[in-house]
């Protein structure tokens, strides 16, 4: 780990669906908030607009109901059924970036890119997350959250591989 100050965040999955499907899935309004978020969080989206550009505002719960958090995605490019690379932070309910509520120095925005490799009919899903303009004191606290970042999108991966067999 170090004090690399690009370090990443990776994760992989194969999904039994092919790829239309799952980038349908995290681009489409009636089909993103079903399954995102870690086990037990719910997701309401009130804005999204999952193309170049645009913007998808909503806000999370958590499974006991007391945390409800804000989140903001700015899409910087989505291409058709390959790629969708956008900007995540935590914002107020009308959208401004503000810090994240369980820690002063988690980075305001962070970088993720997702790839849809089609294989023969299932699809390979690659996540990267990297911080942006982060300090090396949020660089550092992005690293130590990895394990948890971890098991979170696993969770959420989970939810999506139900969601597609529901769909398929």
């Not at 170090?2 to 681009?27: C, H, Y």
């Not at 989206?45 to 499974?63: E, R, W, Y």
């Not at 007391?66 to 690379?85: A, I, S």
């Not at 990297?130 to 970042?149: C, I, R």
Request: hydrophobic letters at 35%; a negative charge; proline letters at 5%.
């Amino acid at each position: 780990m170090g004090n690399n100050l690009n370090q990443s965040f990776e994760i992989t999955r194969v999904f039994n669906s092919p790829r239309e499907l799952v980038f349908k899935a995290w681009t489409e309004l009636e089909h993103f908030a079903k399954w995102w978020g870690p086990k037990g969080s719910t997701l309401e989206v009130v804005k999204m607009d999952a193309q170049s550009g645009g913007t998808l505002l909503g806000f999370q719960t958590s499974p006991d109901g007391n945390l409800v958090m804000w989140r903001k995605f700015e899409y910087q490019e989505v291409v058709d059924p390959e790629k969708v690379t956008y900007i995540q932070s935590f914002s107020d309910e009308q959208g401004n970036t503000i810090r994240a509520p369980f820690s002063t120095s988690w980075p305001l925005e962070i970088l993720n890119i997702i790839t849809f490799e089609d294989s023969k009919g299932k699809t390979v899903l690659k996540l990267k997350g990297y911080p942006m303009n982060a300090s090396a004191e949020e660089q550092e606290s992005y690293n130590g959250m990895a394990p948890k970042l971890q098991q979170d999108l696993e969770e959420t991966f989970d939810k999506l591989a139900d969601y597609l067999v529901f769909l398929s």
